[in-house]
């Protein structure tokens, strides 16, 4: 089971990024899903999370009206929108996938399946 994380990038602080998580191996349709990062010397920290059917979002402080996390069930693809960036955005960005159903948890321990991350780096 691997879930593919990509559409990181440099882009300039004010601009937008789109990644996008495309699993294989076994369909995620049925799980709450995440986006996570990494800046260098922190800690991963939970960046939003959605519910299997999309109607459960939700978002770090940090990033809440500028971020939204949506998913397209039939493509079995999770998609995190970025707009207005921020320096401080800049870290590798990891999606990740519950095994359990339910709401989607902001705890790193509580996601059973990880893809390998894209980095975004933010300029001023």
């Known amino acids: 089971v691997q879930l593919q994380a990509s559409g990181g990038g440099l882009v300039q602080a004010g601009g937008s990024l789109r990644l996008t998580c495309a699993p294989s191996g076994r369909t995620f349709s049925n799980s709450p899903m995440g986006w996570f990062r990494q800046a260098p010397g922190k800690e991963r920290e939970f960046v939003a999370g959605?519910?299997?059917?999309?109607?459960?979002?939700n978002y770090a402080d940090s990033v809440k009206g500028r971020f939204t996390i949506f998913r397209a069930n039939a493509k079995n693809t999770v998609y995190l929108q970025m707009n207005s960036l921020k320096p401080e955005d800049t870290a590798v960005y990891y999606c990740a996938a519950q095994r359990s159903a339910g709401s989607p948890s902001r705890k790193l321990w509580e996601y059973d399946y990880w893809g390998q991350g894209t980095l975004v780096t933010v300029s001023s």
């Open positions: 959605i519910s299997w059917s999309g109607s459960n979002t």
